[in-house]
């Protein structure tokens, strides 16, 4: 079974980056999608980054784009998602996740409608913290 694990998570001021990577257990296959997703208390979670293995297709939620980049290290199993430029409202806990599924619903995830439906193995997150 496909088990993640996050790392690189932490607290940082508003303007500031990080790098959180994801190590998976299994090796990647092309026909996997990676991604990055956070969630806060109340609220549902919600889709940063998605990057489809078999081309490198990227998709990038509207809030983060420009700030963000979803990578991949196809030899250790390892994704990561550099973010800079940080702000207050990116405080979150953070999550990766991958599954064997077909391009096109890989670049359709980040909508709220298909993230509900999904069948993602997640990672256990790790919290970003931007202060102001």
């Known amino acids: 079974q496909l088990q993640l694990a996050e790392s690189g998570g932490g607290s940082v001021q508003a303007g500031g980056s990080l790098r959180l990577s994801c190590t998976a257990s299994?090796?990647?296959?092309?026909?996997?999608?990676m991604g990055w997703f956070r969630q806060v208390p109340g609220k549902e979670r919600e889709g940063v980054a998605v990057?489809?293995?078999?081309?490198?297709?990227?998709m990038y939620d509207d809030a983060v784009k420009g700030r963000v980049t979803i990578s991949r290290d196809s030899s250790k199993n390892t994704q990561h998602l550099q973010m800079n430029s940080q702000k207050p409202e990116d405080t979150a806990m953070y999550y990766c996740?991958?599954?064997?599924?077909?391009?096109?619903?890989?670049?359709?995830?980040?909508?709220?409608?298909?993230?509900?439906?999904?069948?993602?193995?997640w990672g256990q997150g790790t919290q970003v913290t931007v202060s102001s």
């Open positions: 996740a991958v599954d064997s599924v077909v391009r096109h619903y890989c670049i359709s995830v980040l909508s709220p409608d298909t993230l509900r439906a999904n069948t993602f193995a």
């Open positions: 299994t090796y990647i296959r092309g026909t996997h999608c």
């Open positions: 990057l489809y293995a078999a081309d490198g297709a990227t």
